[in-house]
Nanobody, 122 residues
Framework: QVQLVESGGGLVQAGGSLRLSCAAS????????MGWFRQAPGKEREFVAA???????YYADSVKGRFTISRTNAKNTVYLQMNSLKPDDTAVYYC????????????????WGQGTQVTVSS
């Protein structure tokens, strides 16, 4: 069983930055990915970024160049550094674990965190 605990959300003005953290406990196969999805009110949950055990990464086009996903050397904490935030980035951000590397589909995720709210004011 894998448990995910997120932190770091909050309120920020447009153009500002936030860093989200996700601490994972339990075993995740090295071939699987960890990452972040987000869900805005009235919208479906969407992919944001993912990272593999080897630290290979991929991003949604909407955040590429602004967000950076990384992980600790111990491989049990994943971060999402969010810069140049826009009001459209407002959403609940969910840590995700144990899904196929390369996937952008929420239904392929096996474990979810509880979610952390990110609000960007204009």
């Amino acid at each position: 069983q894998v448990q995910l605990v997120e932190s770091g959300g909050g309120l920020v003005q447009a153009g500002g930055s936030l860093r989200l953290s996700c601490a994972a406990s339990g075993r995740i196969l090295s071939t699987q990915a960890m990452g972040w999805f987000r869900q805005a009110p009235g919208k479906e949950r969407e992919f944001v970024a993912a990272i593999k055990w080897s630290s290979s990464t991929y991003y949604a086009d909407s955040v590429k160049g602004r967000f950076t996903i990384s992980r600790t050397n111990a491989k049990n904490t994943v971060y999402l550094q969010m810069n140049s935030l826009k009001p459209d980035d407002t959403a609940v951000y969910y840590c995700a674990a144990d899904f196929r590397y390369g996937s952008r589909w929420s239904h392929e995720v096996n474990y979810w965190g509880q979610g952390t709210q990110v609000t960007v004011s204009s």
